[in-house]
Nanobody
Framework: QVQLVESGGGLVQAGDSLRLSCAAS????????MGWFRRAPGKEREFVAG????????RYADSVKGRFTISRDNAKNTVYLQMNSLKPEDSAVYYC?????????????WGQGTQVTVSS
């Protein structure tokens, strides 16, 4: 269907920024709504951000609004998550997701994840 590879995670201090990338292969990324989820140790997977096929609509978890921005470049088959003003509670493995619609992302394809660790 589609293969997703996340990158860009790392160890940073509170207040720093990171940009995560999700490279898609297989079918063109323009055929899918895309999004980001995260899972912290001992916690359930959490929705972070989503973007529609054309990029015309986005939505975010309340906890990241104003700090994170999702974007896509369909010509490059890549989706990004710009994370600013990072907080320790943002520490998690971040997963890229793809599915037919933005509201079904949790049922779609997933990447392997990239670790984000924010120290206080």
């Amino acid at each position: 269907q589609v293969q997703l590879v996340e990158s860009g995670g790392g160890l940073v201090q509170a207040g720093d920024s990171l940009r995560l990338s999700c490279a898609a292969s297989g079918r063109t990324v323009s055929s899918y709504a895309m999004g980001w989820f995260r899972r912290a140790p001992g916690k359930e997977r959490e929705f972070v951000a989503g973007i529609t096929r054309s990029g015309g609509s986005t939505r975010y978890a309340d906890s990241v609004k104003g700090r994170f921005t999702i974007s896509r470049d369909n010509a490059k088959n890549t989706v990004y998550l710009q994370m600013n003003s990072l907080k320790p509670e943002d520490s998690a493995v971040y997963y890229c997701a793809a599915d037919t619609t933005i509201v079904t992302l949790h049922l779609g394809s997933w990447g392997q994840g990239t670790q984000v660790t924010v120290s206080s």
